[in-house]
């Protein structure tokens, strides 16, 4: 399927869906960072931003910290918000995806908030729904995970005050990772010049060599003086296809304590999670003192909450 | 299981349950379209109807559009909603309904929405709870489902304006289709005098000649001329024992554009939903200018919060 | 797992988690039934107590009316209420309880609903949630339920408006229940003397001596002349293990007309449901006018407002 990329703006150029990072410029990202800012300044208080405002979430694959994060923000914003259970909706028993969205549009819904294992769902939903309708993309197969690469660039800028001059690693299978993809269009838009992604090569994407990162095979040398590490989170069906054993994957790339020396003095660590302890991260480290792993599910909120805001201000 | 159909009633005559269309007299119908319209007008904004009222949703049997559109309407009438999860609740671990509805009773809930495959599980209920308790049936087995035969009432109400004079067609397995049972009641009410029943014999009710409506077993025979042409869902399992083919089905009885050219040229053509693309109609009349299927979505809201309004507004 | 339970008490002696009834003062219990008997006044009527917190339910263990007792307290109490779907969680692909509780903290969750098999699981939860956020305990394993408790002493106030003197029966698997520790040290906390426990004796806990309760293998006599009555649910499974058939436990402990006859004269009956007619009641009983089962229900849900509302403050 090929993803128009482009169809998340007006043609005023404002975004009315939220489905990747690529396209939006530097002063795109930092407006929803400011406008985030401004909620966590107000612990997340409730407002009136969404009052009237319907939004229906969609999950194809199961999740606890998006779904919730999205069903919290939208609370905090007064919407009224719907989970549409899947496992007992009539899609699986035959009604087209569209149709369903059709009728949930029907039903004055003002936003859906999707994920499916499908790359480029989100997008397709969002060329077939009507003009008041915004979609988010809440995970897409391998394709895109933008609203988790948004708050890890809030947790990024709370930490290290920018971006220029930063130095990032990202740390396992990016192949199959949607948040990585997200990651590195981030990181690149927001002048981030020293990328680094470490990781088996057989784990790496084809088009490697077109994007502005280093690649290392070793973790040690990968991570040595970064700023930010970001681990992703292992599947284990995956490492399986690649025959790579849980184990051997630990000796090469869980991040530990004594790894994590190579990197700058005031490093911090982060990761999407649910964390797999043991097996990517020690739990000394994603317990430790360089760890924002949990400082990350909290931007979510606020950069969920300020994402929804934008585009039903630019609605209006 | 006889099933009261005059529970629905106080001694007033008025409503405090909302089980069947029979008993309801034209104007009690018009009433219940015209509080729907107001809450059309004013695009279902929020209201206080139903402020301090908590509303239970039991549904036995799955559903997306009917259960989503009652927990919306719910929401936009400032009731609290709560929804029973039946497949994890103790009903399945030996409680029974009566039970059940008495422990949510006690709880405080106001109004209980239920669906179930057995006729008349609502009337029961409604027997059974309190005096203050108010029971709406979102479809129960093969008797009856009321609100979405009053949502078809505002949909036909919306495209032509009146009932009398109209000539009506219902095409499908009318034996098990509860929503046409209160379709045809409904529009018999509203003194619609030609009302049209297709499908095979052998999915006709055996007491088709007391009802006031007339039987074709050849389709565009039957919606010659016809203003509305209600299609119902296609049930498998139903075609199954009646020994009827999906194909067969189709080509005898799926509405295709050239079909419905023996139709009213302003003809609008309606589904219950969710429709079976290709069985019992085809995408090309789905999709076309006749369709106000979602339409019917967006009056399911309306009429909702208008018959919940005015059941609350008959008990204070 | 050793179990602290302590632990719910702040420094100054009070309430920020509620697991467990051991440590609460006379006084205390009294408190929390008069807060209680304060909102059944105003019929539960919506305030602002919770008003910008978030309540997460985490039900470990199937639940319909525990489960939604908390849902409607935590809206009348305008909290926002989250139901964690652990059946499709990150959980059980491996989270481990506490990363998943850490992470609904990092969401800024304010208190936590736990009910969980594993006996301790509330207590070991408290342990380690940040300074901010409340547990409570709705049951866990075969230690605790003391909202229940708290429900019950509630409804044997309303009717017999006095403790001390009361001559009480629990009648069960005395053993396995959760519920009758948590009434035992109740009643014996508000200086109710007179406590039966009846069943047979392989279902009766090892440190029946230590418990200032009276033992009676036969149900008329330990029910004799008692003020209050209180059937356990049988669960089938103990049974089994007991090698106690159904019938036999019907024939000896089954609470039938003829038997209660040995109570006192305005005897209550309570059951913390769901019911087994016919099995540890008949229903000649249940639905009889010395049961109060109904009215437990309805306390249920002004008692955990009660809760929430003392934890909160307490927390300010």
Redesign the interface.
């Known amino acids: 399927m090929e993803i128009d990329k482009r169809i998340q703006f007006n043609s005023d150029g404002k975004l009315i869906h939220f489905l990747n990072i690529e396209g939006l410029s530097k002063d795109q990202i930092i407006e929803i960072l400011d406008i985030a800012e401004n909620f966590i300044e107000t612990?997340?208080?409730?407002n009136k931003n969404l009052?009237?405002k319907?939004v229906a979430s969609l999950f194809f694959e199961?999740?606890?910290?998006t779904k919730?994060?999205f069903?919290?923000a939208s609370?905090?914003l007064s919407a009224?918000f719907?989970n549409?259970?899947i496992a007992?909706?009539?899609?699986l028993?035959?009604?087209?995806i569209i149709?369903?969205i059709?009728?949930?549009?029907?039903?004055?819904c003002d936003m859906f908030v999707v994920r499916h294992s499908i790359s480029g769902t989100p997008h397709f939903i969002a060329k077939e729904v009507g003009e008041k309708i915004s979609v988010i993309n809440a995970g897409d197969g391998i394709h895109a995970h933008p609203t988790q690469a948004m708050l890890d660039m809030f947790t990024i800028r709370k930490y290290k005050n920018k971006f220029e001059g930063l130095s990032v690693a990202i740390v396992g299978d990016i192949l199959h990772s949607r948040v990585a993809k997200s990651l590195i269009t981030s990181l690149t838009t927001l002048n981030v010049k020293n990328i680094n992604v470490i990781g088996p090569k057989i784990l790496m994407p084809e088009n490697l060599d077109t994007l502005k990162v280093n690649y290392h095979e070793n973790l040690e040398t990968g991570i040595s003086k970064c700023d930010v590490v970001i681990m992703l989170r292992l599947q284990k069906e995956r490492m399986h296809e690649a025959l790579i054993s849980t184990d051997d994957y630990y000796q090469n790339y869980g991040l530990t304590k004594k790894k994590l020396q190579s990197a700058a003095k005031d490093v911090i660590v982060m990761h999407p999670?649910?964390?797999?302890?043991g097996i990517e991260i020690d739990s000394e480290v994603a317990d430790g003192k360089n760890s924002v792993i949990?400082?990350?599910?909290?931007s979510?909120?606020s950069i969920r909450m300020a994402i929804m805001t934008l585009i039903i201000k630019n609605r209006a």
């Open positions: 612990s997340n208080k409730k009052e009237n319907t199961p999740s606890t910290r919730t994060t069903e919290l609370k905090k009224d719907i549409i259970d007992n909706s009539s899609t028993k035959g009604e087209s149709d369903m059709k009728t949930l549009e029907a039903m004055s999670g649910p964390i797999n302890r949990l400082d990350q599910v909290t979510g909120i």
